[in-house]
């Protein structure tokens, strides 16, 4: 790993500058008037939930630790780590995200409704097309990651039971309304319904600076995702192929090249620009997970949990091979320099005001991880070790035949070993070789995606144990199919009626 040393003394962070609107809190009269492609392309920019799920997820996951006393404590942080029932609506809490997603939602039937009356003799007009499109992706998307927080996982013995979240299609002509749980089986169905409808639509061309919207190859990207978690396979390569498109290798984020050669900085401001080609889509949340942030929690990335992860590289060579993501120390703890923020003024003349980050939502490494997983369940091992290959060319420097992806190296380091704390305990059987390869797969992809929060789906997915040491103290447990795994409904939610998760 190519550490290099920052160190940062103090850090003033605005906690509890922001307010986050609640679904439904105003009169829906007050929504834009809508007379024009131009004004519903303007209206699906607000269309993307401003909050975010990445520190709250991160903070469950099992690549967090007790850093000890003399750390920030952060609510949502803290309360994340001991998996107990979050308590913060403002930015980064699962209660902020959850209405974000809403009043995204609320966007998105906002401009579908618009454009259905645009029909002329049943058909859209073609200027229409792509926002309608756009739309409906990021209804879907919204819609899937909220199942995905505060339902159960999809599985097929149980989905058409499991309680899902309301699945809202309709733009509301009362200021409250009173919704019903939808099982995880529908909401499903009306994703798929959404995304399918959607993909036809996506049209590169339609904006200005399209991995701020849901592109082509975003949009194939989160099918792939989304047939991943359903578990059909051939489906997931497929979309997932063409999102990586004929050369996927120049799609990799290059940080044995390109970024190996700049200063931190220089790479933080690299890591979300939208001329970045790994940055399949990206958006502009109020956070405070962003990488200075991550070295100030009390509970965050400690040293013994970067060794297992971050150093452990099995394909990893001589001496003079090396893992060539930057590494720094922020207030004497490590952190894996990824992305920057940026701080908006409330007015030009306060000095307080809000952290802002370009968060990579969709990224082309994720891509590539799900076709390795569905080769793998595929049994196209082959392919699978190709693309790992393409993968670690661009994580170790210098790549020669030595670090290779192998059967062997694989086996010898992944068999009957998951490098978490309990096995990977699908829906689906895995036999021996099968289950050997998705341990190298889900493994390599934890580091890959530390910090972004999609560790915390791989948990639920697999079912796997998290055990988070104490300082001190005794260590707490989330058992494999532990019911603290799906996130209790928020307050606010269950006074308008929704049923509760059960605890």
Not at 15 to 35: A, H, I, K, Q, W
Not at 216 to 244: H, I
Not at 255 to 271: D, P, R, S, T, V
Request: proline share 3%; with cysteine.
């Amino acid at each position: 790993m190519n550490k290099k040393i920052l160190y940062i003394l103090s850090i003033v962070v605005a906690f509890g500058l922001m307010s986050c609107d609640e679904y439904l809190d105003t009169t829906p009269d007050n929504r834009t008037v809508l007379d024009s492609d131009e004004k519903v392309k303007e209206l699906l920019t607000s269309a993307y939930p401003e909050m975010t799920y990445g520190l709250f997820c991160y903070s469950m996951s099992d690549n967090v630790a007790d850093r000890g006393e003399g750390n920030e404590v952060f609510r949502n942080n803290e309360q994340g780590y001991f998996w107990e029932e979050f308590t913060e609506t403002l930015q980064d809490s699962p209660s902020g995200y959850w209405e974000s997603c809403y009043n995204a939602i609320a966007h998105t039937n906002q401009a579908l409704e618009f454009i259905e009356d645009t029909k002329v003799e049943g058909d859209i007009p073609f200027e229409y097309l792509p926002y309608y499109g756009e739309a409906l992706l990021v209804r879907a998307y919204c819609h899937f990651m909220l199942v995905n927080l505060w339902g159960q996982h999809y599985n097929p013995a149980t989905a058409d039971t499991d309680l899902g979240v309301p699945y809202v299609t309709e733009v509301e002509d009362v200021v409250f309304k009173n919704y019903r749980r939808e099982t995880v089986a529908k909401v499903y169905e009306l994703v798929e319904k959404d995304l399918l409808e959607g993909l036809k639509h996506i049209e590169d061309n339609a904006y200005d600076v399209p991995k701020y919207h849901f592109n082509v190859a975003a949009a194939n990207t989160f099918a792939s995702r989304f047939y991943q978690y359903k578990g059909e396979w051939q489906k997931v390569k497929d979309y997932a192929t063409a999102a990586l498109g004929a050369h996927p290798s120049a799609k990799l984020r290059d940080l044995a090249g390109k970024y190996n050669l700049m200063g931190i900085n220089e790479q933080a401001a690299e890591y979300s620009k939208a001329t970045e080609p790994a940055n399949l889509m990206l958006t502009s949340n109020i956070t405070y997970n962003f990488s200075l942030f991550q070295g100030l929690l009390r509970y965050g990335l400690s040293h013994d949990i970067f060794s297992k992860v971050f150093d452990d590289v099995f394909v990893q060579g001589a001496s003079s091979n090396a893992w060539t993501q930057s590494a720094v120390t922020v207030s004497n703890n490590l952190v894996v320099w990824k992305w920057g923020y940026f701080f908006k003024r409330m007015d030009v003349n306060a000095d307080i005001g809000l952290y802002y980050a370009m968060t990579p939502k969709i990224v082309a490494e994720e891509a590539l991880f799900n076709r390795i997983e569905a080769n793998i369940m595929l049994k196209k091992y082959t392919e699978a070790e190709d693309d790992l290959n393409l993968y670690f060319e661009k994580r170790l420097a210098p790549f020669t035949d030595e670090n290779k992806v192998t059967e062997e190296k694989i086996t010898e380091r992944f068999s009957k070993d998951s490098h978490a704390a309990s096995d990977l305990d699908p829906w689906y059987d895995l036999d021996e070789k099968t289950r050997t390869y998705l341990n190298c797969a889900i493994h390599t992809r934890r580091r890959e995606f530390a910090y972004n929060g999609l560790r915390w789906f791989d948990i639920r997915r697999f079912n796997i144990k998290v055990i988070h040491e104490v300082n001190e103290s005794t260590p707490v447990v989330l058992e494999a199919k532990d019911a603290r795994k799906v996130l209790q409904i928020p307050a606010m939610a269950q006074q308008y009626g929704l049923e509760a998760n059960n605890r």
